[in-house]
């Protein structure tokens, strides 16, 4: 070709969104900026505070912290990574049931899991029980250990890379082993030389979600006496109300979180391998016999662990419970508190969903990079660690009062003192407006942008543009984002333990304090109840790894 | 309504810059009442974006856009694209897939009462011929039928004009023709002004009162069907808007006037050019060229077939000629000069011809007074085909 088409410029400026409505981007900035608060809170206090009180056992903390972060993160990495493989690799009976049920442990949280661990296998539980009664009196073994932990948290946190191992190996699609076996390598050798080094993005990926739910952790880590960084957030501002300490160890959590973002950026370096072309694995191996037993045990097996006999022994002591007490078991408070739960989790969910959907609108409507980008930074509070977001709302409330009181209105907002329930909300807001806003986006992405122009072109000011076009057309997504966060909210421990005023109990914390204080059968039935509602957004995400998978067999 | 004749769409030296690019730079454009205007060009040329700064989804850097007389952006400010009137029509439709056909219809009728909002709802259905399927959402009607209900759409507001985004493109060849001509037949039934972007040079040349060529955000030229395919007003105009060569040609002059050759012999006088002596270059286009079979090096236009496309109706020969120089000729299909088959080229008697002159068309002696600007050797074949 002549010089005519090497002077023709790219057609990327084509397609692009509007122009953006300024009362609609602004509203985008404020929200990011509100999201961002906490965080920055506690950035601007630390570096401006004073001499540091550090607690005396810092170091230890620090080394828990490590240690514990590197036993889940091996745990999770062997078991999700593993199971992922062998869904993908090898038939089996049970397996196309097992691709999708492998999930089910998302529905059960660290802080059930762990105290129902601790009733069946520590000193005065059934299992050591049995081996005195066979051994004699020996030597008890406590699990209200470091190994312990990492055994629970590795069972309730390995589905997020099972997921994402799982759709890496996928997508890598049978052209890559073909070619590595046709290259003379074998099946192992093809595994470990060029499969798990392609999945390395995904696999970091998730060990970053793991390790973010485990920084945020501070409940599940004290039923085994595990004192982490984040414990010593919740231990110093609960036990003593030193405001200036917690901030101090917050920001600590904080470069935790940082450094494990960093490592998953390093993790997966600038390689964006993701070959094309998913497809079934060709050369999937049919396992007959005791092999497949053996692979369908596997999975079996974490599944019992990590779901199915916790929920049965929650269920036995439920039901033994029943059976001794009648109605009278079910404790009146539960009542009370379950109203505290729903009532929060709803506003919850309404306040994310309204702002999820301000963004998308706003984005919809234009405004470049700006807005984008702001809309982008509305989500990262989800890899904000508890103990940060916590002490942040509490920073930025305290910065509030200060504000509000010296414009002259005596005792502020009166919304700090010991926490409060708008301080529960604004800190659910900035944990759970990620996973919301990206429901609703999963929908707006559905919207055309020459649909959204159209409606203007007609005459539609953008009001009516969301209201009569945007809002109808993402509602799917909004339904999904409200369960989501509703579910979350109810899940939700550490953020509430930090911040709830006096007398304000929720369903998770009174599990936990039961749990806490062993008093697990009373504990059973809010627990389950916990896991029920936990089991609606897994029932979702089944749907999701079904039809993912079933593409993934039918293609190619 | 402006009254005929009026631009109902001006723009004055319009500017938008993405980054460091522009994608529309100092664009002059006035559609008038009642006028259907194609914009062409290659990709990424700006036509879109003339389109959206119209519409007001985008806001010019410099410059300003009066719709029906009125301002809707330059220094007096910027009305936003909901109070412009202006209809726009996309190539995925945009249609609004949780209303009915008819309600899609009657969302840009918000402002009227009930009763006379149905009435015209009604009435643009009727337009398009789609009043039966009202009831219909927009998931059960054909690409052809939802091109239809969305130009109803556009339409029922009354808008100063309607700006349609390559319309057609998203339908397949078969259905393409159709959908255009009954598009295009409602749009002058009504007497609608529009500005129709598009990259199909037949569409371009068919479809429009008047053709603007557009490249690297500047319009090249503006003119009729005709004036653009037959007096390109550059070389750019003249391969984009069809098939083109360039050969050297020479302007002599000759008792009375002046007398055009180039290598495959004399092209035209050159009446009122008398006198002149110049170096030019002329566009054959494929029709405009002769073949007679055998040749003899000795005289003008002697050349080998190199290449035969079949055509169906006319078959497309490729000649090289004895300079190397390449030049393409359309002959019935029953004229078939086998590849490497000895030929002559000639011209076709009575050919206007145009010259140019660096890259600009030259039409009157005074052009090619000074010496040429740019860049005047010959390209040979240049054609971009979008």
Known sequence: ?556 | MTPLGRPAVRLLGVTKTYGAVPAVDAVDLDVLDGELVTVIGPSGCGKSTVLRLIAGLERPDTGAIVLAGHEVAGPAGFVPPERRRVGLVFQDHALFPHLTVARNVAFGLDRLERGRRDARVREVLGLVRLGDLAGRYPHELSGGEQQRVALARALAPEPTVVLLDEPFSSLDETLRAQVRAELVGVLRETGTTAVLVTHDQTEALSVGDRVVVMRAGRVEQTGTPQEVFERPASRFVASFMGDADFLPAHVHPERGGALLTCEIGIVSTLPGWGGTDADVEVVLRPHEVALTAGADHATAGAGVVTDVEYHGAFVLHTVRLTSGRTLRSWQPHAVRHPVGAPVTASVVPGLTPTLLRGDRAVTSPADVAGPADGDAAPRGRSTLRS
């Not at chain 1, 997508?171 to 003379?184: C, F, M, V």
């Not at chain 1, 998953?264 to 370096?269: H, L, N, P």
């Not at chain 1, 409200?482 to 909210?489: F, I, M, S, W």
Request: charged fraction near 15%.
């Open chain 1, 1 to 556: 070709m002549t010089e005519l088409a090497t002077t023709t410029p790219s057609r990327a400026v084509r397609r692009v969104p509007g122009r953006g409505r300024t009362p609609w981007s602004v509203a985008v900035v404020v929200v990011a900026l509100l999201v961002a608060a906490p965080v920055l809170a506690v950035l601007v206090d630390v570096t401006r505070g004073s001499a540091p009180a550090w607690p005396r056992d810092l170091d230890r903390m620090v080394v828990t912290t490590l240690l514990l972060m590197l036993g889940v993160g091996v745990g999770t990495l062997v078991v999700g990574a593993g199971l992922a493989w062998l869904v993908t690799a090898y038939r089996f009976v049970g397996r196309d049931t097992m691709v999708w049920l492998l999930v089910l442990p998302l529905a059960m949280p660290a802080y059930i899991l762990g105290f129902v661990f601790l009733s069946t296998f520590d000193e005065a539980g059934p299992v050591q029980g049995a081996v005195r009664a066979v051994l004699g009196d020996g030597a008890g073994l406590s699990v209200r250990s470091l190994p312990g932990c990492v055994v629970v948290m590795s069972l309730t946190l390995y589905p997020y890379v099972y997921l994402l191992a799982r759709a890496a190996f996928v997508e890598q699609g049978p052209r890559t082993r073909d070619a590595a076996r046709t290259l003379g390598a074998g099946r192992a050798r093809t595994f470990f030389r060029v499969l798990l080094p392609l999945a390395r993005p995904s696999l970091a990926a998730g060990l970053a979600l793991v390790m973010m739910e485990v920084l945020t952790d501070f409940a599940t880590v004290q039923y085994f006496g595990v004192r982490t960084v984040s414990v010593g957030v919740y231990s110093v501002w609960r036990g003593t109300y030193d405001f200036g300490s917690a901030v101090q160890l917050a920001s600590l959590v904080l470069l935790f979180a940082l450094a494990v973002l960093a490592g998953e950026r390093m993790m997966r370096g600038r390689a964006r391998f993701t070959q094309p072309g998913r497809g079934a694995p060709s050369d999937a191996v049919t396992l007959a016999g005791w092999r497949g037993g053996l692979a369908l045990a596997a999975c079996l097996l974490t599944l019992a662990a990590g779901f199915f006999v916790p929920v049965g022994r929650l269920a036995g002591w439920g039901v033994q419970r029943f059976a001794s007490d009648g109605t009278a078991s079910i404790d009146a408070r539960f009542g009370e508190y379950l109203v505290n739960s729903v009532v929060v989790a709803s506003l919850a969910a309404v306040v994310c969903c309204s702002l999820a959907v301000l963004i998308g609108h706003a984005v919809k409507l234009g405004g470049g990079r700006v807005v984008r980008g702001f809309a982008g930074l509305t989500t990262f509070g989800y890899a904000v660690p508890g103990a940060v977001v916590g002490i942040g709302t509490l920073l930025f409330f305290a910065a509030v009062d200060d504000l509000v009181e010296a414009l002259g209105v005596p005792g502020g907002t009166g919304l700090l003192v010991t926490g409060s329930v708008a301080g529960i909300l604004y800190a659910y807001a900035v944990r759970f407006l990620g996973p919301a806003y990206q429901a609703v986006d999963a929908s707006f992405a559905k919207v055309s942008p020459s649909m959204t122009q159209s409606a203007l072109a007609l005459g539609a000011p953008p009001r009516r543009v969301l209201t009569r076009v945007h809002l109808p057309l993402v509602r799917p997504g909004i339904a999904v984002a409200l369960v989501l966060v509703a579910v979350d909210a109810v899940k939700e421990l550490p953020v509430v333990l930090l911040l709830r005023p006096f007398g304000f109990t929720t369903v998770s914390v009174w599990v936990y304090q039961l749990a806490a204080e062993n008093f697990w059968s009373l504990a059973a039935l809010p627990a389950l109840l916990i896991v029920l509602l936990a089991l609606v957004p897994v029932v979702l995400l089944f749907r999701q790894v079904r039809a993912v998978d079933e593409g993934a067999r039918r293609g190619s």
